[in-house]
Structures are given as C-alpha cells and as structure tokens.
C-alpha cells in the first residue's frame, strides 16, 4: 500500500529521511484517519494490513462489511475498497458465501512465493551494486543496530517489522521503481509468515547474525557474497514458515 520510491540523486537525503514503518495498536485509527496525504480506504487497509502483521487478525478470520464500517464510522463503499487493495496484495482472499478473510497459504503456495522472491532479491542486490554509495552504508547499518536492540530484549514483533524494513531499504535502493512494486506486492503475505515464525530467540538470533553478515558483505562491496547470503537468509526463512504451517 505504500508507494514506490524513484531512487534521485539525492540519495542520502533518501536514506536518512527512511523511516521504519510505525505499527499502531489496533484500535486507535485516529492517527490513520488523519492521515490527509492518503485516501480513506488505503489508510483503511493499511490499519487492517497492520492489524494483521501484529497477529490481531489470524488467518481464516472473516473481515464483515458491516462491523468495519461501524469500526471506521464510514459507509460500506471505502470499506469494500479497502478489501480489494487488501486483496490485490494477498493478504485477503474473498470466498463465495462467506465474503473476505484473512487469506492462509499452504506449503505449495509459500514455496511459490519465496521462488519469486529469491530471483527479485538477486535483481536488487545486481541493481545495487551498479550504484553502490557510501551513503547507503549508515542506512543499512542503522537498521542492523535496531535488530541488535529488539533481540537484546527480545522482541520479536519489533525484530520482524526491521527485517522487513531492511528488505524494503534493498529494494528501494536498487533504483528500480517496477522492482520495488513487485516487492510490496510479494513482501505483503511473506510479513505474517515471518513474524509467526520468529516467535523463538535462537530464531531471531540466527536470523541476526545473518542479516549481519549480509549487511558486512554489501559495505564492503562483495556483492557477490553478499547476493549468497541473502539467498541463503531468504531460504531460512521459507523453511521456517513451511515449518509452521506443518505444526
């Protein structure tokens, strides 16, 4: 739902100005609702699409027209609009009789998901290394630190919610702005998954150390290492989320 970054030249202002993305308890849309810049149904979704990555929504929950719109006091029309943006992004599925809910994945379909996003995750990393700047060397190493804070406590919300920002800096400094599209419409479905499976700390530390490694890989400027590992870090994760499911 966020939109696509064309990368500028001003591409230190862009990794200083990168914000990660802010997860607001479900329940307060005020903060969403005054969001002028967006309309009302994609700040909708989004309140909903974060209502799920924080586990407030599980999935096979049905999502009713009518106790949405009475939730964001509004009529049926944003709210039917909102599911759609939802479902183009494959967090929600509509079924016949019984409407939308939260879409579930089995072992076929996570596999093919992750199959897409190893070949984007290696386009990006190619992308990258074409215009590598030490600008965007305190960017990523500035996410690195966060991950280090949020397994220290732990907490794996917050560590979730940084890889996924780490994954969104590498997309949105590959200058490819169909890329970066392609990504948000992946990366949507992937973000429960990989919070659900990241419930564990020798989990988030593993997962630490390897985003570490990636991140020590691309300052350097190996890019080559540094495309490996990430493959390697991304197929971790597709076996920790098949795990889930099997659970």
């Not at 990555?53 to 719109?69: A, I, M, N, T």
Request: proline content about 4%; overall charge negative; aromatic content about 8%.
């Amino acid at each position: 739902m966020q939109n696509a970054m064309i990368i500028s030249r001003e591409d230190e202002r862009l990794c200083q100005g990168m914000s990660h993305y802010t997860y607001l308890p479900v329940g307060n849309f005020s903060a969403f609702r005054d969001d002028l810049h967006k309309s009302l149904p994609t700040r909708i979704a989004e309140f909903i699409a974060d209502g799920v990555f924080q586990g407030h929504y599980k999935p096979g929950d049905r999502l009713k027209e009518e106790e949405l719109s009475k939730t964001f006091q509004t009529s049926r029309a944003p709210i039917r609009e909102a599911l759609y943006l939802l479902q183009i992004n494959g967090l929600v599925e509509r079924l016949p009789r019984r409407g939308c809910i939260i879409r579930s994945y089995n072992k076929q379909e996570i596999e093919d998901l992750y199959e897409v996003r190893l070949g984007l995750e290696a386009i990006a990393v190619d992308r990258l290394s074409n215009h590598w700047k030490p600008t965007f060397n305190d960017a990523f190493k500035g996410i690195l630190s966060d991950m280090e804070q949020a397994i220290n406590v732990p907490d794996a919300l917050a560590y979730a919610h940084l890889n996924n920002d780490f994954h969104d800096l590498l997309y949105k400094l590959s200058g490819n702005e169909v890329l970066y599209k392609l990504y948000q419409q992946l990366g949507h479905p992937i973000v429960p998954l990989l919070q659900a499976s990241m419930q564990q700390v020798d989990s988030l530390h593993k997962s630490y150390m390897e985003h570490k490694d990636i991140i020590e890989a691309l300052c350097s400027e190996d890019f080559m290492r540094a495309k490996e590992l990430l493959l390697q870090n991304m197929q971790h994760g597709m076996q920790r989320a098949i795990a889930l499911i099997s659970i």
